[in-house]
């Protein structure tokens, strides 16, 4: 499953819009998507036809209402496609987890939690990087990242390039980020060379989909519903179908961690008599090993075997007290993505932690 924050401080570039028009796309190609609404603003909810008035639960739920599921407070928009609402409610969020720990990964633990089945989650964040765009980013394994093109987005990606490189050192966690030019009139000379730019400082990081401005993207959002249903023969909407092709093409692309970043079923290693059994789900890896502070941080680490569900697992006795460990994934070094107990260790990244009593 593949799961993507749609995020860059920048207000009005272009977020909103490319997440309700992406996940509408994808879930006419057959992709089972959620898309969840990770803005007070509630503008994902809105250009999809839903006020305040028609949901009770909401994103605000999955932050602060305790053994929430996804199940519990989607929306069905459609047969691939559901929503998870929100409303300015969301704003005390930030607030309310301010200093809290682990607050940054109240997201994260409520969609592993659920059990449904889908195939992409998009999220729309909102113009900061406060608490709700930091939770979604620890949930995601891939940031899309849209700019129009003033120098102010321009700007706000090198700030996003900040914001990802904290994760990276404090969570071990690495993105996979794209960025996405939308609104953009490419007949300009000068939008012309705004795109250049990018491709030559980011290169294959640019998506090949631009956004073309239209005023029927403003027309569906104003009706509350995708420029897909609104005007299926507009350019804004074969854009947008154009840019879900391209997302799905680039999923075989994608490394081991941006894919098994959050799995729904697995919840980090179980402490038993027998030993402590490590279950993990690199489903497309060739070879996993854990290694930790149990086998004296062995370079080989010691195998896991692949179950017929496409798990990794070992059981390992281990002695009693806190245990440092990661997995060696094809020869990656990587933190559990299934445990959320994690500390920093001494290059920077962060080691997963299993405390046997
Ligand atoms: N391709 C486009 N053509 C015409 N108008 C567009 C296009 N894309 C976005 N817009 C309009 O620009 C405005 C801002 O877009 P949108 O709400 O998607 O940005 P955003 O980044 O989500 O904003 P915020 O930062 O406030 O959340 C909206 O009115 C939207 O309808
Ligand atoms: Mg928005």
């Known amino acids: 499953m ?5 995020a860059n401080q920048k207000g009005g570039c272009g977020k909103t819009t490319a997440a309700v028009n992406l996940a509408v ?3 006419r190609m057959g992709q089972r998507v959620l898309l969840i609404d990770n803005d007070p603003q509630g503008h994902a909810s809105l250009g999809l036809g839903y006020t305040d008035r028609d949901f009770s639960l909401s994103t605000y739920d999955l932050y602060l209402t305790s053994d929430i599921l996804v199940e519990d407070a989607r929306v069905i928009i459609g047969p691939y496609l559901d929503l998870i609402p929100a409303g300015i409610e969301l704003s005390t969020v930030e607030p309310r987890l301010a200093g809290v720990e682990s607050g940054e990964t109240r997201l994260r633990q409520t969609l592993r939690r659920s059990e449904m089945p889908y195939d992409v989650v998009v999220m729309d964040c909102p113009p900061s990087v406060g608490m709700l765009t930091f939770n979604a980013l620890v949930a995601s394994g891939e940031i899309l990242v849209p700019m129009d093109t003033s120098s102010f987005s321009r ?3 090198a700030k996003l390039l900040e914001t990802l490189a904290v ?18 009139d490419l007949r300009s000379r000068f939008a012309r060379a705004f795109r250049d730019e990018l491709a030559e400082t980011f290169g294959a ?4 989909t631009v956004i073309h401005p239209t005023v029927r993207v403003r027309e569906a959002a104003a009706v509350g519903c995708s420029v897909l249903e609104y005007d299926p023969q507009s350019r804004a909407s074969r854009d947008f179908q154009a840019l879900a092709r391209e997302f799905v093409g680039q999923e075989a692309d994608l490394s081991v961690s941006a894919l098994d970043h959050w799995t729904a079923l697995l919840r980090g290693p179980e402490v038993g008599t027998e030993g402590v059994r490590f279950v993990v789900d690199f489903a497309r890896a060739d070879e996993v090993r854990v290694t930790g502070s149990f086998n004296k941080w062995s370079t080989v680490g010691t195998s896991m075997y692949r179950r017929e569900d496409g798990r990794w697992e070992c059981l390992l006795p281990i002695a009693p007290g806190d245990h440092e460990y990661r997995f060696i994934v094809d020869g990656v070094w990587l ?3 299934h445990n959320e107990t994690c500390v920093v260790n001494e290059f920077g990244g962060s080691n997963s932690l299993v405390s046997v009593p």
């Open 2 to 6: 593949r799961v993507v924050a749609l």
């Open 25 to 27: 796309a994808l879930g």
């Open 155 to 157: 700007q706000a990606v």
């Open 167 to 184: 994760l990276r050192e404090r969570r071990g966690h690495e993105l996979v980020m794209r960025l996405l030019l939308s609104n953009c």
């Open 205 to 208: 990081s640019l998506l090949e």
């Open 335 to 337: 933190p559990d993505p």
